[in-house]
């Protein structure tokens, strides 16, 4: 297999399969309606993809590649955040409206089975992540304000910590397994200790920000802002007032509403998806600047790296 960035078109229904060096589409994949949130399997092989207009999750076979399998469920209601719990085998999606979290073993990448289904009991729960250990998953809420801690052994929910408003983005520091939030509505990060639960510290960011991204390290956190055409990039080592917490250090000016981030798996490069002017920004991390852009389809916004 090659390198590959899979980058998910929402209002052309695509999968676009681009060359993370040359920007070049090699393949495009049709998909259910409204392609959103994308996670690609352990081995690399498969890739899954929650359609969100189209109520749907769907299996692709990232060699040939094409969609080899569909799951729908009757509380699908605008499914749309993953994340592989790779040390259990499972892939945990999270149902916005429904604010019901769903659990599939994936021990055979190219075929799903559904484990569990269970509530948050919160609003338009949106994102999901998990501990470094991958004991907890942590997921956020947009509509409640805050953010849903569950046991991902027991699949039972151990609290709801307040955040800020409006949290989307949500990521774990893999070294001190601090959990940062992206609050879209008052524009600022929010980190909540992994002991405690508590709301630990804050940090400003730009205008909407959507997304919370860590790099392979741990060092950098980026948080594309939306409506600032933006992304924010935070030092997790960064001390301040003789404490250390994370803190803005750069903005980088991107496409118009960036959204979708990934890294590459050595954490020299960054890309983006930009929503309103279809493309893929390629960001130098050490240097804290756009490169270039790579086209992609229309309104592209989830987006993944596919390791060769």
């Known amino acids: ?26 393949a495009t994949v049709e998909t259910n309606v409204n392609p959103h949130e994308v996670a690609v399997s352990p081995d690399g092989t498969h890739a899954y993809v929650t359609c969100s207009l189209g109520g749907s999750l769907e299996v692709l076979d990232n060699e040939v590649p094409e ?6 469920h009757d509380l699908f209601d605008f499914p749309h955040g993953l994340a592989v719990r790779e040390s259990a085998d499972e892939l945990w999606l999270a149902s916005t ?4 979290v769903f659990v599939f073993d994936i021990a055979d990448s190219a075929a799903i089975e559904l484990l569990e289904v269970f509530p948050t009991y919160q609003d338009k729960s949106h994102m999901v ?9 942590f997921v956020a809420n947009i509509g409640s304000d805050n953010v849903t801690v569950i046991d991902a052994d027991e699949r039972r929910i151990v609290g709801d910590p ?26 600022r990060l929010s980190v909540i200790d ?44 960064h001390v301040r007032d003789g404490e250390r917490r994370p803190w803005e250090v750069a903005r980088i000016p991107v496409g118009i509403w960036p959204g979708g981030t990934v890294f590459s798996p050595d954490g020299d490069r960054a890309f983006v998806a930009n929503n309103k002017t279809n493309d893929v920004s390629v960001i130098d991390i050490d240097a804290f600047e756009e490169l270039e852009r790579f086209d992609a389809g229309i309104h592209p916004d989830g987006i993944a790296y596919r390791s060769g």
């Open 194 to 237: 992994p002991e405690t639960l508590k709301d630990a510290n804050t940090a400003l960011l730009g205008e909407t920000p959507i997304r919370v991204v860590l790099s392979p390290d741990g060092r950098y956190a980026l948080v594309p802002n939306r409506e600032s055409n933006d992304v924010s990039v935070i030092d997790t080592e």
């Open 129 to 137: 992540t998990f501990s470094p250990d991958e004991k907890r998953a």
């Open 97 to 100: 409206y429904s604010s019901q």
């Open 1 to 26: 297999m090659e390198d590959r960035l899979l980058v998910l078109n929402k209002d052309a229904d695509t999968v676009s399969y681009i060359d993370p060096d040359t920007g070049e589409t090699t």
């Open 67 to 72: 969609v080899i399998d569909r799951f729908e």
């Open 162 to 187: 307040p955040v800020g408003e409006g949290p989307e983005g949500i990521g774990v520091d893999p070294e001190t397994g601090e959990v940062l939030v992206a609050n879209q509505d008052d524009g």
